[in-house]
């Protein structure tokens, strides 16, 4: 569906994207993710057309970005952090004046309006001045801009930012809805968000491409220790002593207390199975094991692996 290859952009001394290469399937929703000042924008901005790229292609539902740019625009629709609304029309007003800027048939433009207003529910405010919208309706509003013309490719930069958590969740069933009909290029700092909605990632540092692959791949590759959830019944700085005085447990973490067990999290060595020495050190001292499971590497403990914090001054 999308297809970027050997994708770099320049400004002046600073080169913003460098030699990205990465593509996104049909019904897929793509995480993009990176720290302030690492490319995401600029690759954004490059795939929807608002920006030319110094080197290498983009090609969008098989048209090239610079060769048929006009095919490519009609076939995405994109969302940007501060959604671009004018906030002295009503909902109607803008949403009608989106579908003629798309050239939306003028016998279909109601009916056009009303699917989408029904999508992203806010049929109920269709009348009021966009400036009178709360931070929720206003995202909402946005999005369905961005739904004007039915595009294959919806690229959403930011999507919740500002909502709150009752608006976070409506967000993130509708992006899944979405999916159902649309290919989806998600940018969020939100991590737990990403991991929530999306089916791969792209994690882009410093321009450049640091990791491409499902959030469970990730996590399996990069875990290089057995990392496990454990609860017990027993008193928390007995057992944790116990634990730490097992052969192969590189770390224990306290977690939690439930009623009167406690729940911990615990580092194995790479090649070290310490699940039978655990039982039988926890046997011994009288404490009961009542639940053990494994623990991959959360989207935030991957992010924080593979990329360098610090942002660059790059003007994005």
Do not use: W
């Not at 109607?92 to 309006?113: A, Q």
């Not at 491409?209 to 590759?221: F, G, H, M, Q, Y």
């Amino acid at each position: 569906m999308i297809e970027i290859q050997n994708l770099s952009k320049r400004f002046g001394k600073i080169q913003a994207v460098k030699n990205i290469s990465f593509t996104v399937n049909k019904g897929e929703i793509l995480g993009f993710l990176g720290p302030n000042g690492a490319g995401k924008t600029t690759t954004m901005n490059i795939i929807t057309g608002f920006i030319g790229s110094t080197t290498g292609n983009v090609k969008v539902c098989g048209f090239d970005i610079l060769e048929q740019p006009q095919e490519v625009k009609k076939r995405i629709g994109y969302l940007p952090e501060q959604p671009p609304l004018y906030f002295d029309m009503t909902v109607n007003e803008f949403l009608k004046f989106v579908c003629e800027l798309k050239s939306v048939p003028r016998d279909k433009i109601k009916g056009t309006i009303e699917n989408i207003c029904d999508l992203v529910k806010i049929s109920t405010v269709r009348t009021r001045l966009i400036k009178n919208l709360s931070k929720g309706f206003k995202q909402r509003v946005g999005l369905a801009q961005a739904l004007v013309g039915d595009p294959e490719v919806l690229v959403l930069d930011e999507p919740t930012v500002g909502l709150d958590p009752t608006q976070i969740i409506e967000m993130r069933k509708l992006i899944r809805q979405l999916s159902k009909k649309h290919t989806i290029i998600l940018s969020s700092h939100i991590l737990s968000e990403v991991s929530a909605v999306c089916d791969r990632v792209v994690i882009i540092n410093h321009g450049e491409i640091a990791a491409v692959d499902t959030p469970e791949n990730l996590s399996k590759a990069m875990n290089t220790s057995g990392r496990f959830s454990l609860l017990v019944s027993g008193p928390k700085s007995s057992v944790s002593s116990v634990l730490r005085n097992v052969y192969g447990v590189r770390k224990v973490d306290f977690l939690m207390q439930k009623g009167e067990n406690n729940e911990f999290a615990i580092e194995i060595e790479q090649g070290v199975d310490a699940r039978k020495p655990i039982f039988f050190e926890l046997a011994k001292a009288g404490y009961a094991i009542l639940e053990l499971k494994p623990l991959g590497l959360s989207l935030e403990d991957i992010f924080l692996s593979v990329v360098n914090t610090q942002p660059e001054e790059e003007g994005q």
